[in-house]
T-cell receptor, first 112, second 117 residues
Framework: KQEVTQIPAALSVPEGENLVLNCSFT??????LQWFRQDPGKGLTSLLL?????REQTSGRLNASLDKSSGRSTLYIAASQPGDSATYLC???????????FGKGTSLLVTP | NAGVMQNPRHLVRRRGQEARLRCSPM?????VYWYRQLPEEGLKFMVY????????ESGMPKERFSAEFPKEGPSILRIQQVVRGDSAAYFC???????????????FGSGTRLTVV
């Protein structure tokens, strides 16, 4: 059974800092990995999707890497801003490609 | 394109009542998925539907829960005889193809927050 773990559970940083969020998964036979952002009381916004054959994806200040063999992914956020404050969720799809296995998320607070 | 629309946003039901949650997928999306987020837990897959077909309901409780995606209209997640443990956020997502094919993964709705009192 796929288990997805995100560390840390919560993180508070001052504005402008670069930061890294970690995601690990127990079964390396994944189809793809996706990072989402969840704002309080809102839905999920897809940030980056990495196919199992890829090593990283970039979008603006965000960069996500994938190391399938070690079962790890990182989300790097450059020059953090208060507007980045949200919960970041990592999700992998594996045997059932349509079913995502989510971690519990990292709650990020960026202070001005 | 209004995105994935879920209603109601908030729903309060007394124990024993029925809850009906609606999801309209993005235009052109024929795949719909329901997820549940219990307090302090990650999102859990419940069911995957295509028009008029349930493809996989392995994540849905066997009793009291049902889902449909009719030829016309939104997808419906129905919970009969609700109990306090059903209190959660229920999210719907849609995709034009299987996730990972083509342009990307899911598009999620804003969720329905069900409170059972």
């Amino acid at each position: 059974k796929q288990e997805v773990t995100q560390i840390p559970a919560a993180l508070s940083v001052p504005e402008g800092e670069n930061l890294v969020l970690n995601c690990s998964f127990t079964d390396s036979a994944i189809y793809n990995l996706q990072w989402f952002r969840q704002d309080p009381g809102k839905g999920l916004t897809s940030l980056l999707l990495i196919q199992s054959s890829q090593r990283e994806q970039t979008s603006g200040r965000l960069n996500a890497s994938l190391d399938k063999s070690s079962g790890r992914s990182t989300l790097y956020i450059a020059a953090s801003q208060p507007g980045d404050s949200a919960t970041y969720l990592c999700a992998v799809s594996a045997e059932m490609r349509y079913a995502l296995n989510f971690g519990k998320g990292t709650s990020l607070l960026v202070t001005p | 394109n209004a995105g994935v629309m879920q209603n109601p946003r908030h729903l309060v039901r007394r124990r024993g009542q029925e809850a009906r949650l609606r999801c309209s997928p993005m235009k052109g999306h024929s795949h719909v998925y329901w997820y549940r987020q219990l307090p302090e837990e990650g999102l859990k897959f419940m069911v995957y539907l295509q028009k008029e077909n349930i493809i996989d309901e392995s994540g849905m409780p066997k009793e009291r829960f049902s889902a449909e995606f009719p030829k016309e209209g939104p997808s419906i997640l129905r919970i009969q005889q609700v109990v306090r443990g059903d209190s959660a956020a229920y999210f719907c997502a849609s995709s034009p193809l299987l996730p990972g094919q083509g342009a990307g993964g899911y598009t999620f709705g804003s969720g329905t927050r069900l409170t059972v009192v």
